[in-house]
């Protein structure tokens, strides 16, 4: 079955970096859409970045935007996001998520759109 799995978050300062991977497992790579969601403690899980099918397109939150950059590797099975210039406002549990899709450079930006997620990973970001 599809399997997400996430790593990289931890305790960072302001203005610091982190870089997050998520490896999948029992689908074919390349035929899946695939986003980066986070989720705040007494929040909603929001939207921070997808990449379409083949890598070619992406999307951010604004509040993310040119602080961000999420990218794939095929050959791994992997999905990245960059982190930099990480502000508190930050602090959540980040989520990867997948969708199968025939769309090549289609981004998905709704909650709903995804099928497949991970157990999520612990950023923290003091001030």
């Known amino acids: 079955q599809v399997q997400l799995a996430e790593s990289g978050g931890g305790l960072v300062q302001a203005g610091g970096s982190l870089r997050l991977s998520c490896a999948a497992s029992g689908l074919t790579f390349s035929t899946y859409a695939l986003a980066w969601f986070r989720q705040a403690p007494g929040e909603e899980r929001e939207f921070v970045a997808a990449?379409?099918?083949?890598?070619?397109?992406?999307s951010y939150a604004d509040s993310v935007k040119d602080r961000f950059t999420i990218s794939s590797d095929n050959a791994k099975n992997t999905v990245y996001l960059q982190m930099n210039s990480l502000k508190p406002d930050d602090t959540a549990v980040y989520y990867c998520a997948a969708k199968p899709t025939s769309w090549l450079r289609t981004v998905f930006t709704a909650r709903g759109d995804y099928d497949y997620w991970g157990q999520g990973t612990q950023v923290t970001v003091s001030s």
């Open positions: 990449i379409s099918r083949d890598g070619g397109r992406t």
